[in-house]
Nanobody, 121 residues
């Protein structure tokens, strides 16, 4: 399974970006898809996750109310709508797939290549 993440870029503080993730294989209802982010020298941090079957969503406190994770089951794609972006949101964003919900990156078994988000002040 390969995951293709896209949509990153440079945006000013307060701006918005929409990230997309397209898995190459079928995503089953038991899967959880997630977004993580990482800056150089730091651990990969949980951002948001969604249960593919039910659509239940989970967010890190730092992005709650600003970011929205969603999925299009028919298109087999996942999205992360990021609003009110701050410089602290700058990172490489990764999409990933797990067999169950977790905020721990090691429990996700398939990863995309990452897309860079830079928020200027």
């Amino acid at each position: 399974v390969q995951l293709q993440a896209s949509g990153g870029g440079l945006v000013q503080t307060g701006g918005s970006l929409r990230l997309s993730c397209a898995p190459s294989g079928r995503t089953y209802s038991s899967h959880v898809m997630g977004w993580f982010r990482q800056v150089p020298g730091k651990e990969r941090d949980f951002v948001a996750a969604i249960r593919w079957g039910t659509g239940m969503t989970y967010y890190a406190n730092s992005v709650k109310g600003r970011f929205t994770i969603s999925r299009d089951s028919a298109e087999n794609k996942m999205y992360l709508q990021m609003n009110s972006l701050k410089p602290d949101d700058s990172a490489v964003y990764y999409c990933a797939r797990a067999r169950g919900y977790s905020t721990i990156w090691r429990e996700y078994d398939y990863w995309g290549q990452g897309t860079l988000v830079t928020v200027s002040s």
